[in-house]
């Protein structure tokens, strides 16, 4: 038995709460996850779960165990995070995560470079476009829009998220082409429906413009709200209504022609964008490396 493997896998089960969750981070089999469990409990001697069908429960010597194996595993990966900066050469498993939009159009087409550059990194990408802890979640290093909440983690200041309103060369030969903010009163607005507690939710049903004359907001209102930014960006392809879609989506339309950029003196709001890691981790080269590459590429000048 690998006793390191095995109490990892031991880890993974109280954490995700079953065997069969445990299979999956760990790349194995249920089957073998059991076999992990039976045989660290044969060499401790002692039972760890007490399992059903239907659920797991600790034993009072499985808690303990799972503490004094937290420590353990911790203890192991700073020994290979300080093998790792006597080295100095970007290796291992880099966990990142962005929101969803912006890692599928502009983090993950940029990653193949990052990889050549990097050859011993490998990349572990979450998107969401929910704010995972790093720290609890295990993440090295995370993308974030919008304000962000006092913390101890660096902050690298990255360039604006921006919005494009558009709509197609269809929707404006039928319904005529809006000249002032008044005029999207009476055209369909199609909406993406921010979740709750979001910084932008107000832009489900009233638009904040800027332009000459300062900030101004509309409301607005049509025949969809979506929360797909991929399904918004499919609709406002056929012709369904105008939009206000992130620049990473809608870029190569406005270049081809498939949307057109509206009103150009009256821009929409934007987010400010950060890169944020750990203070203590950045010594790490693959992280290192990571924040120098983004920097160079999404940084603000």
Same mark, same amino acid.
């Given at each position: 038995? &690998?006793?390191?493997?095995?109490?990892?896998?031991?880890?993974?089960?109280? #954490?995700?709460?079953?065997?069969?969750?445990?299979?999956?981070?760990? &790349?194995?089999? !249920? !089957?073998?996850?059991?076999?992990?469990?039976?045989?660290? #409990?044969?060499?401790?001697?002692?039972?760890?779960?007490?399992?059903?069908? =239907? $659920?797991? $429960?600790?034993?009072?010597?499985?808690?303990?165990?799972?503490?004094?194996?937290?420590?353990?595993?911790?203890?192991?990966? %700073?020994?290979? /995070?300080?093998?790792?900066?006597?080295?100095? #050469?970007?290796?291992?498993?880099? =966990? @990142?995560?962005a929101p969803l939009t912006f890692g599928t159009e /502009?983090?993950?087409?940029?990653?193949?470079?990052?990889?050549?550059?990097?050859?011993?990194?490998?990349?572990?990408?979450?998107?969401?476009?929910?704010?995972? +802890?790093?720290?609890?979640?295990g993440l090295d290093v995370a993308f974030r829009l919008?304000?962000?909440?006092?913390?101890?983690?660096?902050? /690298?200041?990255? @360039?604006?998220?921006?919005?494009?309103?558009?709509?197609?060369?269809?929707?404006?030969?039928?319904?005529?082409?809006?000249?002032?903010?008044? %005029?999207?009163?009476?055209?369909?607005?199609?909406?993406?429906?921010?979740?709750?507690?979001? &910084?932008?939710?107000?832009?489900?049903?009233?638009?904040?413009?800027?332009?000459?004359?300062?900030?101004?907001?509309?409301? *607005?209102?049509?025949?969809?709200?979506?929360?797909?930014?991929?399904?918004?960006?499919?609709?406002?392809?056929?012709?369904?209504?105008?939009?206000?879609?992130? +620049?990473?989506?809608?870029?190569? +339309?406005?270049?081809?022609?498939?949307?057109?950029?509206?009103?150009?003196?009256?821009?929409?709001?934007?987010?400010?964008?950060?890169?944020?890691?750990?203070? +203590?981790?950045? $010594?790490?080269?693959?992280?290192?490396?990571?924040? #120098?590459?983004? *920097?160079? $590429?999404?940084?603000?000048?």
């Open positions: 038995m &690998d006793l390191f493997q095995a109490m990892s896998v031991y880890v993974k089960v109280v #954490e995700t709460g079953s065997m069969t969750a445990a299979a999956l981070q760990c &790349d194995m089999s !249920t !089957t073998m996850v059991g076999n992990h469990l039976k045989a660290l #409990e044969q060499r401790l001697g002692v039972r760890l779960l007490n399992r059903t069908t =239907r $659920r797991q $429960r600790l034993t009072e010597f499985g808690v303990a165990y799972y503490q004094r194996c937290l420590e353990v595993l911790g203890l192991v990966a %700073d020994s290979e /995070r300080l093998a790792e900066q006597a080295l100095d #050469e970007p290796s291992g498993t880099l =966990r @990142i995560t /502009r983090l993950a087409p940029a990653l193949s470079e990052f990889s050549r550059q990097n050859p011993r990194v490998k990349l572990d990408v979450v998107l969401t476009n929910r704010r995972p +802890d790093l720290l609890e979640n919008g304000a962000l909440e006092p913390s101890n983690l660096i902050a /690298r200041p990255l @360039i604006d998220y921006t919005l494009t309103m558009c709509a197609s060369p269809d929707y404006l030969a039928r319904r005529g082409t809006p000249q002032t903010p008044e %005029d999207l009163r009476h055209h369909d607005c199609l909406s993406f429906a921010y979740p709750a507690g979001d &910084d932008w939710q107000s832009v489900q049903k009233e638009w904040r413009l800027a332009g000459p004359e300062g900030e101004v907001s509309v409301g *607005v209102s049509g025949p969809m709200l979506i929360n797909s930014s991929a399904g918004l960006h499919q609709a406002a392809r056929t012709g369904m209504g105008i939009v206000m879609m992130p +620049d990473a989506l809608v870029e190569q +339309d406005l270049k081809d022609g498939k949307l057109l950029a509206l009103m150009p003196d009256y821009c929409p709001p934007s987010r400010p964008m950060h890169l944020v890691y750990a203070q +203590d981790r950045h $010594r790490l080269p693959k992280l290192r490396r990571f924040v #120098e590459f983004a *920097v160079q $590429r999404w940084g603000k000048h």
